[in-house]
């Protein structure tokens, strides 16, 4: 199973950065999506389609139908350079992330 | 709150044996619904995942590394552990431990920090 991410989003402060994840079918499936800055390990931002974890800012929300996943960061700060990556669990394939996308704030 | 720490050493030589261990605080290794996994990132790469463990020791393996890994749990010491033998160059990675609540469909949260792991030949 593969997740086919965009390798880069460019996006100005305060504007809305859109982050897809094409997979067959993905809306079938369960999509967690994880920020990870230079040097630091993943951090579980949107899990289940569009649920946050305590602590995530509202500005990060998650929607999932037919063969595309979509990560929505809005009002786009600096802080939010970093790359994402969305994951989905398979029977065939088990864990499969998808190949990352770079978010920049221009 | 949950924490995990990788530890283990940074080098390892072609042919050896990895091994890693994740020391978990701030909850047990043994409370059910709780999963423990390992995965990895290459230089410059995508996340991997390599494999994960129950609560009560049943095992999962990424099936391109089922022959050469093992995961395991220690109780005793609240920690889990991975093993990778016969390792070659492309075994070189950011290895990170993390924690899910369950195996077929969970997010993994949080991470451990990483470890690097350098195959050397």
Known sequence: YVLTQPPSVSVAPGQTATITCGGNNIGSKSVHWYQQKPGQAPVLVVYDDRDRPSGIPERFSGSNSGDTATLTISRVEAGDEADYYCHVWDSSSDHVFGTGTKVSVL | ?121
């Open chain 2, 1 to 121: 709150q949950l924490q995990l720490q990788e530890s283990g050493p940074g080098l390892v030589k072609s042919s050896e044996t990895l091994s890693l261990t994740c020391n978990v605080s701030g909850g047990s290794v043994s409370s059910s619904t709780n999963y423990w996994g390992w995965l990895r990132q290459s230089p410059g790469e995508g996340l991997e995942w390599i494999a994960s463990v129950s609560y009560s020791g049943t095992t999962y393996y990424t099936m391109s590394l089922k022959s050469r890994v093992s995961i395991s749990l220690d109780t005793s010491k609240n920690q889990f552990s991975l093993r990778l033998t016969s390792v070659t160059a492309a075994d070189t990675a950011v290895y990170y431990c993390a924690h899910s609540s369950g195996y077929y469909a969970d997010s993994f949260d949080p991470w451990g920090q990483g470890t690097l792991v350098t195959v050397s030949s």
